[in-house]
């Protein structure tokens, strides 16, 4: 389970930043996770929400926006998303393309006192 990693890699941040800015209280962490990232976000909520106990997050809410698996054709330039893991462009049917979106795991924001 590499969420329980990540989520104390995401509440670690939370409190530096919380530490660094003299807050009292940790209200929300937003996170940006990709279709791609690997990450399972119950587990992840639910690892976030066991260890922020006693701590400034204790009480806060873990938002997380999911952003879609997007790619741009290399040859024609069209972007698209990418549903079922089909690579191949819809435009020209090549298969060489960029991710450009899918992939993120980063937190986007924090709410405190």
Request: glycine share 8%.
């Amino acid at each position: 389970m590499h969420e329980m990693s990540l989520a104390e890699g995401i509440l670690d941040i939370a409190l530096d930043y919380a530490k660094k800015n003299n807050a009292k209280k940790i209200n929300r962490v937003g996170l940006v996770v990709g279709k791609m990232s690997g990450v399972e976000p119950e587990s992840l909520t639910f690892s976030f929400d066991m260890i922020k106990k006693g701590t400034l997050a204790d009480e806060a809410e873990l938002v997380l926006r999911r952003t879609p698996l997007r790619g741009r054709c290399t040859k024609c330039g069209k972007e698209f998303d990418i549903d079922n893991y089909d690579f191949w462009c819809p435009e020209c049917k090549d298969g060489v393309l960029k991710i450009i979106s899918g992939r993120e795991m980063q937190v986007e924001y924090l709410e405190v006192d």
